[in-house]
Protein backbone atom coordinates (compact mmCIF):
# COMPACT_ATOMS: atom_id res chain seq x y z
CA UNK A 1 0.00 0.00 0.00
CA UNK A 2 3.11 2.38 0.72
CA UNK A 3 3.90 3.44 -2.82
CA UNK A 4 0.36 3.99 -3.80
CA UNK A 5 0.32 7.04 -1.47
CA UNK A 6 2.14 8.70 -4.34
CA UNK A 7 -1.10 8.85 -6.07
CA UNK A 8 -2.97 11.88 -4.24
CA UNK A 9 -4.97 9.34 -2.36
CA UNK A 10 -3.95 5.34 -1.42
CA UNK A 11 -6.06 2.81 -3.61
CA UNK A 12 -8.96 2.43 -0.76
CA UNK A 13 -9.82 6.04 -0.96
CA UNK A 14 -10.11 6.01 -4.86
CA UNK A 15 -12.22 2.91 -4.39
CA UNK A 16 -14.28 5.16 -1.92
CA UNK A 17 -14.84 8.35 -4.00
CA UNK A 18 -15.05 5.63 -7.04
CA UNK A 19 -18.23 4.49 -5.23
CA UNK A 20 -19.43 8.16 -4.69
CA UNK A 21 -18.67 9.06 -8.23
CA UNK A 22 -20.55 6.09 -9.22
CA UNK A 23 -23.32 7.60 -6.72
CA UNK A 24 -23.29 10.75 -8.00
CA UNK A 25 -22.09 12.11 -4.42
CA UNK A 26 -18.30 13.05 -5.02
CA UNK A 27 -17.19 16.44 -5.66
CA UNK A 28 -15.51 17.90 -8.58
CA UNK A 29 -12.20 17.40 -6.61
CA UNK A 30 -12.72 13.80 -5.84
CA UNK A 31 -13.84 13.38 -9.29
CA UNK A 32 -10.33 14.40 -10.69
CA UNK A 33 -8.27 12.96 -8.01
CA UNK A 34 -10.16 8.97 -9.26
CA UNK A 35 -9.32 10.50 -12.54
CA UNK A 36 -5.82 11.04 -12.01
CA UNK A 37 -5.18 7.79 -9.70
CA UNK A 38 -7.02 5.94 -12.29
CA UNK A 39 -3.97 7.11 -14.72
CA UNK A 40 -1.37 5.85 -12.75
CA UNK A 41 -3.23 2.80 -10.92
CA UNK A 42 -4.16 -0.25 -13.15
CA UNK A 43 -5.92 -1.82 -10.06
CA UNK A 44 -8.24 1.09 -9.90
CA UNK A 45 -8.77 1.63 -13.11
CA UNK A 46 -10.32 -1.94 -13.50
CA UNK A 47 -11.91 -1.12 -10.40
CA UNK A 48 -13.37 1.77 -11.97
CA UNK A 49 -14.38 -0.28 -14.91
CA UNK A 50 -16.25 -3.11 -13.15
CA UNK A 51 -18.10 -0.21 -11.05
CA UNK A 52 -19.84 1.41 -14.33
CA UNK A 53 -20.69 -1.48 -15.51
CA UNK A 54 -22.23 -2.68 -11.89
CA UNK A 55 -23.86 1.00 -12.12
CA UNK A 56 -25.41 0.06 -14.99
CA UNK A 57 -26.57 -3.17 -14.22
CA UNK A 58 -27.94 -1.29 -11.13
CA UNK A 59 -29.75 1.35 -13.25
CA UNK A 60 -31.48 -1.37 -15.41
CA UNK A 61 -32.41 -3.32 -12.37
CA UNK A 62 -33.70 -0.08 -10.72
CA UNK A 63 -36.28 -0.10 -13.53
CA UNK A 64 -37.38 -2.97 -12.93
CA UNK A 65 -38.56 -1.81 -9.51
CA UNK A 66 -35.15 -2.70 -7.45
CA UNK A 67 -34.99 -0.31 -3.96
CA UNK A 68 -32.42 1.43 -2.82
CA UNK A 69 -31.30 -1.49 -0.04
CA UNK A 70 -31.40 -3.99 -2.79
CA UNK A 71 -29.04 -1.60 -4.88
CA UNK A 72 -26.81 -1.56 -1.76
CA UNK A 73 -27.21 -4.97 -1.31
CA UNK A 74 -26.23 -6.29 -4.72
CA UNK A 75 -23.37 -3.33 -4.63
CA UNK A 76 -21.66 -5.00 -1.62
CA UNK A 77 -22.23 -8.72 -2.91
CA UNK A 78 -20.11 -7.50 -6.42
CA UNK A 79 -17.99 -5.27 -4.20
CA UNK A 80 -17.07 -8.94 -2.72
CA UNK A 81 -16.40 -10.68 -5.79
CA UNK A 82 -14.40 -8.02 -6.71
CA UNK A 83 -12.22 -8.21 -3.69
CA UNK A 84 -11.83 -12.00 -3.97
CA UNK A 85 -10.54 -11.22 -7.73
CA UNK A 86 -7.85 -8.54 -6.47
CA UNK A 87 -6.69 -10.68 -3.58
CA UNK A 88 -6.27 -13.88 -5.90
CA UNK A 89 -4.28 -11.89 -8.66
CA UNK A 90 -2.10 -10.47 -6.42
ZN1 LIG B 1 -5.23 2.57 -6.83
Not at 60 to 89: F, H, P, V, Y
Request: glycine share 2%.
Amino acid sequence: MQKSKFFIFDCSNAANCCDKKEYNEANVREKTSIIIHNLFCKKCRDYSAKNSKLTQLIKKARIKGCTSEEKRNIKERLKQEISKQKSSSN
